[in-house]
C-alpha cells in the first residue's frame, strides 16, 4: 500500500538519515525504484510533476505505485510535487497520491500561507501530507522557471511563522541548491540551514538534489532535511543508457533490449542515491 510520508519523515528526521523523493516519469521506472529500495530495505517516496501527471494519468500513476508498492512490500509514498494548480492537487488526492506539495512560492508570503492552508484544509483529514516552499528554487522544473538572479534564499523567521500559521506537515526552503544540474558547485547556505532547522520541528526538503556533492547532501540530512528530492541525474541515466544502446545498436528496436539497459542505470543510480541520504535498512 502507499502511505502517507509524514511519519516516514519525522521518523527521518528524528534518526538523522534521509528518504530520496524520486522524480518518475514513466511505469516503468517506478518499478526500477522500487527494486532499488527493495534491495536496499530503503524506504522511498515516488514523486511526479505536474507535466508527468498530464502525460500518464494520476489515476494511472496511483494505481501503478500501489501495484509496485505492493510487490516489493517496502513502506512507499506517492507525492505530487511543484504543483500550483489546486485542482491538479485535488485529483492527485482522489487518484491516491499520498503527498502533495503546494507550491505558492512565487507569491508573497501572505498568499504562500492561504494557498498552502487552501490544501491542508482538504489533505489533513486525509492523511496527506503536505508540503510547501518558501524563498525561491532555481532552475528549470517542469513549467516552473526560475533564473539564477531570481532565486531567493528562504528566511528563518519567515519559516517559523510559516509552519505556525500553517500547520504544514514538511517544508522546502531554498538553502542555495538549484533543479537540473549546475554549472559549478552548487552554494549551501548550511548556516541558514540549521537557523531553519532550530526554529522549525518538521522535517525540512532538499529541493535541487541532483549534482549536488554526496557529503553535502549528507550535512544537510544531518542538519534536519529529511526528504532530498532527485529528478534530474535519474532520468539522465537511463535516457543516456538508451541513447548509448541506440548509438551502439542502431538496428536492434526490441524495447525489451533498451528497456534493460535503462533498468539497469536506473537501479544504478538510484542505489547510489539511496546509500548517500543512509536509508537503507531503515524499513
Ligand atoms: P534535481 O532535478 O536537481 O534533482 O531536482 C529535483 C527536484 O527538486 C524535484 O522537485
Ligand atoms: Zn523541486
Ligand atoms: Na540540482
Redesign the pocket.
Known amino acids: 500500500a502507499l502511505i502517507s510520508t509524514t511519519p516516514m519523515l519525522e521518523k527521518a528526521r528524528a534518526d538523522k538519515h534521509g528518504i530520496v523523493a524520486f522524480?518518475v516519469h514513466s511505469f516503468d521506472s517506478i518499478f526500477w525504484v522500487l527494486e532499488a529500495a527493495s534491495d536496499l530495505k530503503s524506504p522511498v517516496i515516488l514523486?511526479t510533476t505536474v507535466g508527468t501527471v498530464k502525460s500518464l494519468g494520476a489515476k494511472n500513476i496511483a494505481e501503478v505505485a500501489k501495484t509496485a508498492s505492493d510487490h516489493y512490500g517496502i513502506p512507499t509514498g506517492l507525492h505530487l510535487?511543484?504543483c500550483t494548480d489546486f485542482e491538479v492537487i485535488k485529483e492527485a488526492i482522489r487518484a491516491g497520491y499520498t503527498s502533495v506539495m503546494i507550491d505558492a512560492s512565487m507569491h508573497p508570503f501572505e498568499e504562500n500561507v492561504s494557498r498552502t492552508n487552501e490544501v491542508i484544509k482538504l489533505a489533513k483529514s486525509l492523511g496527506v501530507n503536505v508540503e510547501a516552499e518558501l524563498g525561491k528554487?532555481g532552475?528549470v522544473?517542469d513549467d516552473i522557471v526560475v533564473s539564477e538572479e531570481d532565486a531567493e534564499k528562504a528566511i528563518p523567521l519567515e519559516c517559523k511563522q510559516f509552519v505556525e500559521v500553517t500547520g504544514v506537515s514538511t517544508l522546502a526552503p531554498a538553502i542555495g541548491?538549484?533543479?537540473?544540474?549546475y554549472k559549478g558547485k552548487p552554494n549551501i547556505d548550511f548556516e541558514r540551514i540549521s537557523e531553519i532547522a532550530n526554529l522549525v520541528n518538521v522535517p525540512l526538503v532538499l529541493?535541487?538534489?541532483?549534482?549536488v556533492p554526496d557529503e553535502d547532501v549528507r550535512r544537510c540530512v544531518s542538519l534536519g532535511m529529511a526528504k532530498v528530492?532527485?529528478?534530474?541525474?535519474l532520468k539522465n541515466a537511463y535516457s543516456i543508457a538508451i541513447r548509448e544502446h541506440f548509438e551502439k545498436n542502431p538496428e536492434s528496436l526490441d524495447p525489451r533490449a533498451y528497456l534493460q539497459k535503462a533498468k539497469d542505470a536506473a537501479i544504478e543510480m538510484a542505489k547510489s542515491k539511496i546509500r548517500m541520504v543512509g536509508s537503507e535498512n531503515k524499513v
Request: aromatic letters at 0%; hydrophobic letters at 25%.
Open positions: 522524480n514523486q510535487d511543484h528554487v532552475g522544473e541548491t538549484a533543479h537540473g544540474i529541493h535541487g538534489g541532483s549534482a528530492n532527485v529528478s534530474t541525474e
